[in-house]
């Protein structure tokens, strides 16, 4: 066993796991999704006064229509009563005239409400108008700060890549498939240093008679770690 070459491509392979496990901790991300939430909250509260906006200019319009309707009946009911002559026939048009008029005054009356509500949106609107700049900012430089955090994670990971070939090329076939054996199996960590009597592996202690049992492995061979069963060098 190469145990020079193994720990050599361990430590490669260590650190790529380390990368991995490091993008969505990066404090980077959480910030970004922070300020991408708080935008798009801030544009949904945007989206809907809009809504109330374009729903009170259209009651407003509906109102503004039904009340030239009423003018212009009004209008010739006015006209016909100055032709009529009977006074039953007159006080029946003035009643109708006196119903399209108490009409019209509720027609105006839900205009100025849908006016008050056109006013209040629109002075909401104007305020998320003033907000959003500095929100899109936000999101714009914590959007810009992610990608050069994640890009330096990737030229890291890059530069492992590209020195992973070299390494696995200094063992054999044989010893590289016991280590990516071992590595599935110990969960990516199978080559470990013992640094006094402690394994870096599962981080115990190694008994005398354990490190003796280790000290009296044959050279070329790599001892295992009595605990956790990864390979150790020393
Ligand atoms: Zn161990």
């Given at each position: 066993m190469n145990a020079a070459a193994l720990l050599a491509l361990q430590e490669i392979d260590s650190a790529l796991t380390v990368i991995d496990n490091k993008r969505p901790r990066l404090p980077e991300v959480a910030a970004h999704r922070a300020a991408a939430e708080a935008l798009a909250a801030h544009r949904a509260r945007m989206a809907d006064a809009q809504r109330r906006i374009d729903e009170a200019v259209a009651a407003i319009e509906a109102t503004e229509h039904a009340s030239a309707d009423i003018v212009t009946k009004?209008?010739?009911l006015?006209?016909?009563?100055?032709?009529?002559?009977?006074p039953r026939e007159a006080e029946a048009l003035m009643?109708?005239?006196d119903t399209l008029n108490t009409q019209r005054g509720a027609l105006d009356d839900q205009e100025l409400a849908s006016l008050d509500l056109q006013a209040e949106a629109e002075s909401e609107m104007s305020a998320f108008d003033a907000?959003?700049?500095?929100?899109?900012?936000?999101?714009?430089?914590?959007?810009?700060?992610?990608?050069v955090a994640t890009a330096a994670l990737d030229a890291e990971a890059a530069d492992l890549h590209a020195r992973r070939p070299a390494a696995a090329a200094a063992l054999t076939e044989e010893e590289l498939a016991s280590y990516e054996r071992a590595r599935k199996h110990f969960d990516g960590v199978a080559i470990t240093h013992l640094e006094g009597t402690h394994c870096h592996g599962c981080h115990l202690d190694l008994s005398p008679a354990e490190l003796?049992?280790?000290?009296?492995?044959?050279a070329g061979q790599l001892p295992e770690c009595p605990q956790c069963g990864r390979y150790l060098v020393r």
């Open positions: 009004r209008t010739r006015e006209g016909q009563l100055k032709t009529i002559i009977a009643h109708q005239i907000d959003l700049p500095a929100l899109e900012a936000t999101a714009a430089q914590a959007r810009a700060e992610l990608q003796d049992e280790v000290k009296a492995t044959p």
